[in-house]
């Protein structure tokens, strides 16, 4: 199948002989920096596509969204994959932005190795770091690429001293720009002084890594060490990612392709080298452990679900062991909830589902394939249970992987449908969205009657309305978010509820007498009888408390629920025939009211506790931001060598755009956790602004 701008998918044959033939490499990197260039590069390389599209004239084969074209940047993870001497190798191309972290996990999930992408032209901030500790936390093996090496104010030096200062100092060129083209340090003959250094650095960097202890030795007595044990030495050490190599690349004139392919298939482990995720029974036990071997019990994740406009879902799927066959049934499981003990928006699932048609993903396309074997990744279409994050296995034997970590949305956006019609639609559309994006958490608040979708940042809550407005064809726009707020009484007090309707005939007569007294704060609700003398029938009690609670669910002051409440009944006045179960409810109520009227309530907002991770160096600016917010502070904890966990208690009115603005003030490198708290009672200033907007 061609795709919109009449490219036709690869003529390659994409049937990968075996395991130990494949090579996963998700590409990494700050966005800009070249990746989705570089696979383009990479694919014209490989005779993939005749030739390199472009991301600005939006033509490549892994930004084939509308959102992605017109931004000019990558939104969600892409496949495709391409043929070297022999091996293929699925590139895995993911976005640089770090609201689209929850893609890059996933790449890393589909990937055994990673090509660390910067460009020559940038230096390492704040958010290249941090996806370079996204590579570290699952002990990715990678090399690091330079692109953009024709770039007006490329300097490869510059760049890899700081890749050196900030990654280690195992961190070293195997290659280096040389007349035009490249030159390798080990396997070439580097012209000049300064490339003979970085020779001499690299040869004694590798001898340290290699196994052989006895290499060290030789070398510092002056041996000769031959060139394809250094090679060997050095292939080891990457594969173990002990070892990271510089390798420059242009994508403008393809320099530096063909080496790093070579690179690809000769130095990064094949799928079988790749510890695999621990495997569980769908009731939680342990499974045996698996291994990437076409012939076992079949284990494959869904790593990204896309809608294409032809095909409908398209299920991404990295196969972990045993092999995929088309039109065979397979067993669903998704236990987010088991594993993260809550289910963030996403459903749990146990079913078994039927494969139709099996494919090789090529970017936006699907190359039709009889099977998909252990250690590659396929494209299953129509998949209608299976989710990202979801695991698929035969249907004798369910089992499931332990899901990925998956980012937390922190920012949430009220949304609201534009018209009745959208509205219907909006909540089994916001289901599939969420369907497709681990990383987008849906919440209906109940209690505000609002729809909140809980996002990584701007871009991708922009990302998620586009998607519900041009994909799914529901308008929605955004509305203030509503923090729930309570009302507390804050003295004791006493209340007299009278229902009585003259003319209303039979079930019309009530009096109560309550007091009421506040309790501790997460006391709930206390309701005590003290009625002498029947003075309020037996039969009748349970009414005036049921008055009661309802009346805290709507509040005394300003509508909102009233918390931490003792009421104790004291007196009251019954009809032989005229009581009822609604005149006491309502004599209840009514007795409530009074009693708020006659004392003082406080109205009280929710507080979350706050830890916010991030370099020593920002602490101060962080503990001032938060006490602005109005913030608690609650402690500090030394975090590694040099980050600090900021804890403290704020009320959540002032987080709504704490992602936003966390990000902004530590350039990407702070996060943080909330969690509700407690509520506190509001200043008279903010009670007096919420109670002016009833
Ligand atoms: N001069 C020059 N420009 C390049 C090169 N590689 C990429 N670019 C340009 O850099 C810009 C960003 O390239 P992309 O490939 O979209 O970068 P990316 O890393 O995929 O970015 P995200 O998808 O946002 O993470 C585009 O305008 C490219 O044309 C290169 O080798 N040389
Ligand atoms: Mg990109």
Request: proline content about 6%; hydrophobic content about 40%; aromatic content about 4%.
């Amino acid at each position: 199948m061609a795709d919109k701008h009449g490219r036709k998918a690869t003529e390659q044959d994409l049937e990968a002989r075996g395991p130990d033939r494949i090579r996963n490499v998700v590409l990494v990197g700050p966005s800009q920096s070249g990746k989705t260039t570089l696979v383009e590069t990479l694919l014209a390389c490989a005779g993939a596509v005749p030739r390199a599209g472009s991301v600005t004239e939006g033509t490549t084969v892994c930004d084939f969204e509308d959102g992605e074209q017109q931004h000019g940047r990558s939104i969600s993870l892409a496949v495709a994959p391409v043929v070297h001497g022999g091996t293929k190798v699925n590139l895995v191309d993911t976005p640089g932005y770090a609201d689209f972290v929850g893609e890059l996990r996933a790449g890393l999930r589909a990937a055994d190795c990673a090509l660390f992408v910067v460009a020559a032209n940038d230096g390492i901030d704040e958010s290249t770091r941090q996806l370079w500790r996204e590579c570290d936390e699952v002990r990715m093996p990678r090399a690091v690429v330079v692109t953009k090496l024709d770039h007006a104010r490329a300097d490869f030096d510059g760049v890899l001293a700081s890749a050196r200062a900030a990654f280690g100092d195992k961190v070293l060129p195997v290659y280096l720009p040389q007349d035009e083209g490249l030159v390798g340090l080990i396997t070439g003959d580097p012209q000049g002084e300064a490339a003979r250094e970085r020779r001499g650095e690299l040869i004694e960097g590798v001898i340290e890594e290699s196994e052989d202890e006895s290499l060290m030795d030789r070398y510092l007595g002056g041996e000769q060490i031959a060139e394809d044990v250094l090679v060997e030495d050095l292939e080891k050490a990457i594969a173990r990612g002990s070892f990271f190599p510089v390798l420059p690349v242009c994508s403008t004139n393809g320099v530096g392709c063909a080496e790093l392919l070579d690179l690809c298939v000769r130095a990064f482990p094949a799928p079988p080298e790749h510890l695999p995720p621990e495997v569980f029974t769908p009731a939680g036990k342990a499974a045996d452990p698996i291994a990437c071997d076409p012939g076992g019990p079949l284990v494959a994740e869904v790593v990204k679900t896309a809608s294409d406009p032809y095909v409908g879902r398209v299920s991404i799927v990295r196969v972990f062991s045993g092999t995929l066959d088309p039109d065979t049934p397979v067993h669903v499981s998704g236990h987010f909830s088991s594993f993260f003990g809550q289910d963030g928006g996403h459903e749990d699932h146990d079913e078994d589902e039927r494969i139709g048609v099996l494919a090789h993903p090529f970017g936006g396309q699907q190359v039709v394939t009889s099977r998909v074997v252990a250690g590659d990744i396929g494209a299953i279409g129509r998949l209608s249970r299976a989710e990202t994050g979801d695991t698929l296995s035969g249907v004798e034997l369910p089992l499931v992987l332990r899901p990925w970590s998956m980012p937390e949305p922190l920012l949430p956006v009220a949304i609201e449908a534009v018209s009745k019609s959208d509205d219907d639609k909006l909540s089994s559309v916001l289901a599939r969205l969420s369907a497709e994006d681990p990383s987008l958490r849906i919440e209906h608040n109940a209690e505000t009657r609002q729809l909140v979708i809980w996002v990584m940042g701007e871009a991708h809550a922009e990302v998620a309305l586009d998607r519900l407005r041009e994909r799914y064809g529901v308008a929605v726009q955004q509305v203030e978010l509503v923090v729930p707020l309570r009302e507390a009484f804050t003295m004791p007090s006493k209340g007299h509820g009278r229902h009585v309707k003259q003319s209303g005939g039979h079930g019309q007569y009530a009096i109560c007498d309550i007091e009421v007294e506040p309790l501790p704060e997460g006391s709930g609700f206390e309701f005590v009888d003290k009625v002498v003398g029947g003075a309020v029938p037996r039969q009748f009690i349970p009414s005036v408390e049921k008055g009661v609670r309802a009346q805290m669910e709507r509040g005394v002051r300003n509508g909102y629920p009233v918390i931490d409440l003792r009421v104790t009944l004291t007196d009251g006045k019954a009809h032989s025939v005229d009581s009822s179960d609604m005149a006491f409810q309502s004599a209840g109520a009514l007795a409530l009211r009074d009693a708020a009227d006659a004392g003082s309530v406080a109205m009280l907002e929710p507080y979350d506790e706050v830890a916010v991770l991030v370099r020593d160096d920002l602490v101060g600016g962080i503990m001032s931001d938060l006490s602005a917010r109005r913030g608690r502070l609650l402690g500090t904890d030394k975090v590694g060598e040099d980050r600090t966990l900021v804890r403290a208690h704020v009320p959540q009115t002032e987080l709504a755009r704490y992602a936003i603005d966390l990000r902004s003030s530590t350039h990407g490198a702070g996060t943080f956790t909330r969690s509700f708290a407690h509520y506190e009672p509001m200043g008279a200033d903010l009670a007096r602004q919420v109670a002016s907007r009833q």
